[in-house]
């Protein structure tokens, strides 16, 4: 009964490839998010849906993509890959009343 | 815009000791949350406490406890009787209320020596 789930856990791929990573919750969250964390394990967000709604892209490139099929999940799909993608992804998700995120267990992604 | 500063990249203190990690934010906000996250090499995030600001009172969960100072803006997190699987990475974790962004500090490494 995993609250936050990621797929997949390890992802590695050339440059040039594209590829998607996905994120579902089961907590009835509505608002959901991904975070990138670089080598020096800064954390930054990139993306924010509510409801299926977009509310905050932090100036990612447009490679980047998020789709939210439904409030449970949120998915990231990247184009063209470049060796400075090679990162951990999180998933995330928050209730309407604490403002606490659940995290989900990261994708490692590795652009060779 | 907020900010959170840790300025303790790495910090190391023997078994069984209290350390306290440090944490100051900026905000034009009065009502917000504090958090504390801890990220063991497993790379999972932990939320180990929170704080909302409009409570004086210190949050405290087992051995970990916060000093909030909101006039300061600062939120100390305190480790009592540290333990080896206290080591990790910190991260201290600002959001405003009724805001969806959440705003991290760099981290503190933490390691516990046996």
Known sequence: DTAVSQTPKYLVTQMGNDKSIKCEQNLGHDTMYWYKQDSKKFLKIMFSYNNKELIINETVPNRFSPKSPDKAHLNLHINSLELGDSAVYFCASMGRLSNEQFFGPGTRLTVL | ?114
């Open chain 2, 1 to 114: 815009a907020q900010t959170v500063t840790q300025s303790q990249p790495e910090m190391s203190v023997q078994e069984a000791e209290t350390v306290t990690l440090s944490c100051t934010y900026d905000t034009s906000e009065s009502n917000y949350y504090l958090f504390w996250y801890k990220q063991p090499p497993s790379r999972q995030m932990i939320l180990v406490i929170r704080q909302e600001a409009y409570k004086q009172q210190n949050a405290t969960e087992n051995r970990f406890s916060v000093n909030f100072q909101k006039a300061a803006k600062s939120f100390s997190l305190k480790i009592s009787d540290s333990q080896l699987g206290d080591t990790a990475m910190y991260f201290c974790a600002f959001i405003g209320f009724g805001n969806e962004k959440l705003t991290f500090g760099t981290g503190t490494r933490l390691t516990i020596i046996p």
